[in-house]
């Protein structure tokens, strides 16, 4: 079982804000990133698929098929939009570092035939990252 | 696999003139920490077995003329399993838990073996 790691970035803004909370609840539980005017991240994105080595072509995955899908799946739709606001799955979720992972996977799973999705990593900062494996 | 085939499997690197990358290789190792020296194993027969083992073997070699790669395609995935491999037969002295070997900036691949990669 090789895995196999593809990169990708993307910029994108959000902010949090959960409608249930009172306007000085959300201020106080999300601080600065409740300005309802959004902040950008450039995320990065790390992608990892798990498979044998096909003994014909040495290949897990075609890495030009992954892109192809992360581009689609993912880059497409986040790249330059404010996820709040243009995004479906953050219509109703709050756009967070954790939910972004869980959304990408969720676009990611079905898509991907030969190799399984094992792990995807989404960086929102250098030092900030959330790895999501795809478990409840 | 016929000439099409080839094309559409490998696209650009199925150019025969063949292309190069700057591979970065991440070993990883386990093992208790010695009382006495304080370490899991002695860096300095780490490196000095890669780069007798591994690196002499590989670093600016045309990969196809190899004979590990007379049959086997040298995509990263095979290379990684090879270098894994290389580790396990030959250096005794820790526990290998993976091998990591970046192809480019954006691409990566990992090896643990049966077992796998911890988290």
């Known amino acids: 079982m090789v895995y196999l790691t593809r990169k990708a970035e993307f910029s994108a803004s959000h902010y949090y804000h959960n409608p249930v909370f009172s306007a000085e609840e959300n201020r106080r539980i999300f601080g600065r990133c409740n300005n309802p005017n959004g902040h950008g991240h450039n995320y990065t994105l790390e992608v990892t698929v798990k498979g044998a080595v096909d003994a014909r072509s040495g290949f897990v995955v075609d890495l030009k098929q992954l892109k192809e899908i992360m581009t689609r799946e993912v880059l497409d739709a986040m790249d330059h939009r404010f996820l709040n606001k243009e995004v479906p799955e953050f219509l109703t979720q709050i756009p967070t570092t954790e939910n972004i992972a869980i959304a990408v996977w969720q676009r990611l799973a079905p898509k991907l035939q030969k190799a399984q999705l094992h792990r995807v990593r989404v960086y929102e900062t250098p030092d900030l990252f959330v790895d999501f494996y795809g478990e409840p | ?119």
């Open chain 2, 1 to 119: 696999m016929s000439v099409d085939e080839n094309r559409s499997t490998y696209g650009k690197c199925n150019n025969p003139y063949g292309h190069g990358h700057n591979y970065r290789l991440e070993v990883t190792v386990s093992g208790p920490v010695d009382a006495s020296t304080g370490m899991v194993c002695n860096l300095v027969d780490l490196d000095g077995f890669v780069e007798r083992e591994v690196l002499s073997r590989y670093d600016l070699e045309n990969l196809n003329t190899l004979k590990e790669f007379a049959e086997n395609v040298p995509t990263t995935e095979n290379l990684c399993v090879e270098i894994f491999e290389i580790l396990q037969r030959g250096f005794p002295h820790a526990h290998l838990e993976k091998v990591r070997l970046e192809e480019t900036m954006m691409n990566s691949f990992e090896y643990a073996g049966s077992a796998e990669p911890r988290k």
